[in-house]
């Protein structure tokens, strides 16, 4: 089994989303989230429409840890997700299943993001890949892995090194 992989390349993640949003909005707003947040999986697909709409500040707590995280949205990607919540109620669920209305599964969001990879030419995608994309970016633009490391709850800067798939002498 390959290891999901951070995707390093702007113009992959560009191509990436382009090739989600021409087939959901609802994938490619799951995508643009979890690239831009950093969250696990799990806690984006329990978000709801109140959790996001019309803010620019998201606070959540981690269903892993129990911690709270909070997270900035930017005003297009606030416009986004206003438009994409325009018909949508307050509880219901950002990334519902159009069969159940629940969230999607993971195994629903590893096919999306494999499917779409495939027409960019990308591989080493998994549900992992979205925190571990955010992770890399972060600290290409700090260079602190501290942050990073406190960020993703890791016991050691080396475990967050190898997380995001950067090679480091000094990461212990």
């Known amino acids: 089994m390959q290891v999901a992989q951070p995707i390093r390349d702007p113009e992959k993640i560009t191509a990436l989303q382009e090739v989600l949003k021409n087939h959901s909005m609802r994938d490619w707003l799951l995508f643009t989230i979890g690239i831009n947040s950093g969250l696990h999986l799990n806690d984006i697909l329990r978000l709801r429409v109140k959790d996001l709409k019309d803010k620019n500040l998201i606070h959540i707590t981690e269903e892993k840890t129990g911690k709270s995280k909070s997270f900035q949205i930017d005003d297009d990607l606030k416009a986004e997700i206003s438009e994409y919540t325009q018909y949508m109620d307050e509880d219901d ?50 260079k602190n892995i501290s942050v990073l490391r406190d960020l993703f709850n890791h016991s050691a800067p080396s475990v967050t090194f190898k997380y995001i798939g950067i090679e480091s002498r000094n990461s212990g």
């Not at 599964?105 to 495939?118: F, Q, S, T, W």
């Not at 030419?121 to 972060?138: A, C, E, M, P, V």
Request: proline share 4%.
């Open 93 to 142: 669920y950002m990334f519902p299943s159009q069969k159940t209305g629940k969230p999607i599964k993971r195994i629903r969001v590893y096919r999306i993001l494999n499917e779409a990879a495939k027409h960019v030419g990308l591989s080493d995608i998994g549900t992992h890949t979205l925190r571990k994309t955010f992770g890399y970016h972060y600290y290409q633009r700090t």
